[in-house]
């Protein structure tokens, strides 16, 4: 199995772990996004996603957790989400 680390997370084929106040803050910037009434695409703010990831963040905050796993698809419309939102900002 290979792993990398890359912006806060450690990623493996299939999950990654992720530091729970990185999770915060890239999730804080999409959320300001969707909820200013500029959709950043589809997937994470259409499908659930989005709000199953802000739930695993408070869960993890909740109980003291400095890190998350989660599958690194998720990861991945996560990114693409601020990538939407770094690129409608400039």
Partial sequence: ????K?????????M????????KDRLNVV????????????G????GLF???WDLKEVALLEG????ELPKNWLDELEIAEQQV???SH
């Fill in 1 to 4: 199995m290979s792993s990398s």
């Fill in 6 to 14: 890359m912006n806060g997370s450690v990623r493996t084929d299939n």
């Fill in 16 to 23: 990654v772990s992720l530091n729970t106040n990185l999770l």
């Fill in 31 to 42: 959320y300001n996004r969707l909820h200013s009434g500029k959709s950043t695409g589809k």
């Fill in 44 to 47: 994470l703010g259409q499908d």
């Fill in 51 to 53: 709000e199953y990831l």
């Fill in 65 to 68: 957790k400095s890190s998350v």
């Fill in 86 to 88: 770094n690129a409608r």
